[in-house]
């Protein structure tokens, strides 16, 4: 497992207070990447709801994104790079009561170590989800436990290195002689693609503009 890293020493009240003005000034505003669908109006009124948590770290370097790698047996996206999150349940009254209980239940992160900033515009996807991403702030110091059966692996991505428009890319695959673009934005080794992707791509661009 990647090092996980947690600092409280650095410019963190200032960017925690930037990012929440940022978030706060683009509040009810589209996506301008609504997901990865064929039609803008494919899945209308019948996506699943789900939640997922982008949650920053504070480090001396400036915050870091938290994101998990599937383990390899999941019947769904096994292996690849996510937020933590899932569905909305009926239980959960609010988007982000709902990826605080998921960062939880993946993670352990305890939502009491948690500052919510803001949200950002549902991100569609062809699978036929609505999934609303809830931006945290991680207090330090947080600890993690992370679930053997679902994540593979724990790390963190910088989050000037996801505000950076020259990290954003369009790669495509032909799949039943239909060509499918859809964002990539990679990371050392790593290849950050699909919904992730595109929920990064568009927390750059609202809070970049």
């Known amino acids: 497992m990647s090092p996980v890293r947690s600092d409280p020493v650095g410019r963190g009240p200032l960017e925690r207070a930037w990012l929440r003005a940022r978030l706060a000034a683009c509040r009810g505003r589209p996506a301008p990447f609504p997901g990865d669908q064929a039609e803008p109006d494919e899945l209308a009124g019948r996506a699943t709801p789900a939640a997922v948590l982008i949650a920053l770290l504070p480090a001396e370097d400036g915050p870091r994104i938290l994101l998990t790698r599937r383990t390899d047996h999941l019947e769904h996206h096994a292996g690849q790079i996510a937020l933590p999150g899932g569905r909305i349940e009926p239980e959960d009254p609010d988007p982000v009561a709902a990826a605080l209980r998921e960062a939880r239940e993946e993670i352990g992160l305890d939502p ?98």
Do not use: K, M
């Open 112 to 209: 009491r170590r948690v500052e919510i900033l803001g949200e950002i515009a549902a991100y569609r996807t062809r699978t036929g989800f609505s999934i609303h991403p809830v931006v945290g702030w991680v207090e330090p110091p947080a600890s993690f436990r992370p679930d053997p059966f679902e994540v593979a692996e724990l790390f963190d991505v910088p989050l000037a290195h996801v505000l950076d428009p020259a990290n954003h890319r369009r790669d495509a695959v032909e799949r039943d002689g239909r060509r499918r673009e859809f964002w990539v934005v990679p990371y050392e080794n790593r290849y950050i693609w699909g919904a992730t992707a595109g929920i990064l791509v568009n927390l750059a661009r609202l809070v970049g503009e």
